[in-house]
C-alpha cells in the first residue's frame, strides 16, 4: 500500500513562494505508467489539479497556474515537489499529492493532505 504523506509550510505570505514535498513509500517515483500529482481545494471550492511529472520525469502544469508552477523530482529520495511562485490569498487551499494511474485512468492513491494558508 503506497503512503503519500505531504510535508511542507502551513503559512506563507503573500507574493513567497510555496513549496511543499511529497514522499513516497511501499512504492517508487519511477514505477511505469504512474503520474505524481499535486491536487489542491480552496475553501468551499471543487478540487484542482495543479499537475504532475510523471515516471520518466515528463511535467504537466494546470494552464491556469503554468506561469507560477514547478514540479520536480528527488528519486534518490523517491520524492517529488510542489513549487508554486507569487502566491495570493487565492491560493490558500488544501493541497493533495496523489498517484495517477495512466493506464486506467485513475487516481488510486492520496496523502491526507496539507492546509495551506497565504496571508501576512
Known amino acids: 500500500q503506497v503512503q503519500l504523506p505531504e510535508s511542507g509550510p502551513g503559512l506563507v505570505k503573500p507574493s513567497q513562494t510555496l513549496s511543499l514535498t511529497c514522499t513516497i513509500s511501499?512504492?517508487?517515483?519511477?514505477?511505469?505508467?504512474?503520474?505524481w500529482s499535486w491536487i489542491r481545494q480552496p475553501p468551499g471550492k471543487g478540487l484542482e489539479c495543479i499537475g504532475y511529472?510523471?515516471?520518466?520525469?515528463?511535467?504537466y502544469y494546470s494552464p491556469s497556474l503554468k506561469s507560477r508552477t514547478s514540479i520536480s523530482r528527488d528519486t534518490s529520495k523517491n520524492q517529488f515537489t510542489l513549487q508554486l511562485s507569487s502566491v495570493t490569498p487565492e491560493d490558500t487551499a488544501g493541497y493533495y499529492c496523489?498517484?495517477?494511474?495512466?493506464?486506467?485512468?485513475?487516481?488510486?492513491?492520496w496523502g491526507q493532505g496539507t492546509q495551506v494558508t497565504v496571508s501576512s
Open positions: 511501499g512504492g517508487s517515483i519511477t514505477t511505469n505508467n504512474y503520474y
Open positions: 511529472i510523471t515516471y520518466s520525469g515528463s511535467t
Open positions: 496523489a498517484r495517477y494511474t495512466a493506464t486506467i485512468s485513475v487516481f488510486g492513491s
